[in-house]
């Protein structure tokens, strides 16, 4: 019930693409969702988080879709650049707890 | 912007040595974890400590330890290496222990044990 599946694994999109990384929950105590990225020989940092009221979060080219009833929220990532490959991770937390996906290893093919 | 400094970038250990991994934030955060990080597993807890000689269990703490003396520093402790505890460690630390904080996060310490 405490996990983070995080869809897919790994995701090789075009310059320019649509890239799409999808996580599920099953605990409705979750009341943060943020995202992290990490590059190679870097430790992961925040990228951009959602609340659970809210349906969409926007900055940049980065986007939240949170679908509360179904208990999913995915990150797009519009115009996709070759400097945004990367590793990311989705999470969920509340309290103290923070819940970790496994990651997806994004690669922008020029 | 907070830094979280991570003592190694890389360390070669033995099996049985006692091993230290050191960890220092500058932001005069209370809270500070420690992650390890395995391809295909993600992020695992090991231990967190939310106040000076507190420590709380993540969700794999067997085979280490933590130390906490100085609000800016958090050890990490390998009482006898393994060969299984070779592995990307990473540091975090948060402002507060609420669920809205985010986690800043050193840039790891890649370590082998042999």
């Known amino acids: 019930q405490q996990q983070v599946k995080q869809s897919p694994q790994s995701l090789i999109v075009q310059k320019g693409g649509i890239s799409i990384i999808n996580c599920a929950y099953e605990n409705t105590a979750f009341d943060y969702f943020p995202w992290y990225q990490q590059f190679p020989g870097k430790g992961p940092a925040l990228l951009i988080a959602?609340?659970?009221?809210?349906s969409e979060k926007k900055e940049g080219r980065f986007t939240i879709s949170f679908n509360k009833s179904a208990k999913q929220f995915s990150l797009h990532i519009m115009d996709s650049q070759p400097g945004d490959s990367a590793t990311y991770f989705c999470?969920?937390?509340?309290?103290?707890?923070?819940?970790f996906g496994k990651g997806t290893r994004l690669h922008i093919l020029p | 912007d907070v830094k979280v400094t991570q003592s190694s970038r890389y360390l070669v250990k033995r099996t049985g040595e006692k091993v230290f991994l050191e960890c220092v934030q500058d932001m005069d955060h209370e809270n500070m974890f420690w992650y390890r990080q395995d391809p295909g597993l993600g992020l695992r807890l090991i231990y967190f400590s939310y106040d000076v000689k507190m420590k709380e269990k993540g969700d794999i703490p067997e085979g280490y330890s933590v130390s906490r003396e100085k609000k800016e520093r958090f050890s990490l402790i390998l009482e006898s290496a393994s060969t299984n505890q070779t592995s990307m460690y990473l540091c975090?630390?948060?402002?507060?222990?609420?669920?809205?904080?985010?986690?800043?996060f050193g840039d790891g310490t890649r370590l082998s044990i042999l």
């Open positions: 975090a630390s948060s402002l507060r222990l609420l669920s809205n904080q985010p986690q800043h």
């Open positions: 959602i609340r659970p009221d809210v």
């Open positions: 999470a969920a937390s509340w309290g103290d707890k923070i819940i």
